[in-house]
Structure formats: C-alpha cells, structure tokens
C-alpha cells in the first residue's frame, strides 16, 4: 500500500489527483479449482485469457486500430495455449483506489 500512496506524498495530491481512500484485498484465482476437478487446461487457459482479453483488448484495438481485431484475436489465443501448456494457481492481489481532481 504504501508503493501506492508514495506518489500522492503526506498532501495527499498528486497530479491534479487527490486520494479519497485506499484499500487492499485478494481475490482466490477464478478457474483454479475448476482445474483440480476437471484436469482440464484448455479449459483452464482458455478462461484465463478470456479474463485477460477483458481487461486489455480495448486498449489493445484502440492501440492498433479496428482493422486489427484479427491481430487481437491470434495474441489471447496464443495466451491460452500457453497457459494451458504450464497451468499454475493465481491468485490475484488487488488494490481498490478511489481519486478525485484536487481543488
């Protein structure tokens, strides 16, 4: 927490930025026990990408362009092959930061 605080300095601003509130919490990895059940790590890297396609395909696309979705599509793919091809648990350690413009 305190890596996340260090910018904002004992003011409490940063670039226009006031932190309002900080707080950590984990989250146990989603496809996991799925996993230990099932043995299956298609299924298990398949899910893992699709989690990391949502968080960062549009970001992607906007990066690239519309036109490159096909693009998009071969990364999280080769992202689930490769997951599958080693599983292994995360879990997720997560920071929930709430910001407002300084006055």
């Known amino acids: 927490m305190a890596e996340l605080r260090a910018p904002f300095g004992s003011g409490g601003q940063y670039a226009g930025l006031?932190?309002?509130?900080?707080?950590?919490?984990?989250?146990?990895?989603?496809?996991?026990d799925s996993f230990v059940q099932t043995g299956d790590s298609d299924a298990f890297g398949t899910g893992w990408a699709n989690a990391m396609r949502a968080i960062?395909?549009?970001?992607?696309?906007?990066?690239?362009?519309?036109?490159?979705?096909?693009?998009?599509?071969?990364?999280?793919?080769?992202?689930?092959?490769?997951?599958?091809?080693?599983p292994m648990k995360y879990d997720w350690d997560l920071a929930a930061v709430v910001m407002s413009k300084a006055p």
């Open 56 to 86: 960062s395909a549009p970001t992607l696309l906007g990066a690239l362009s519309m036109d490159r979705g096909g693009l998009v599509d071969e990364v999280f793919q080769r992202c689930a092959v490769r997951i599958a091809a080693a």
């Open 18 to 32: 006031r932190l309002q509130h900080i707080e950590a919490t984990s989250a146990p990895d989603p496809f996991w």
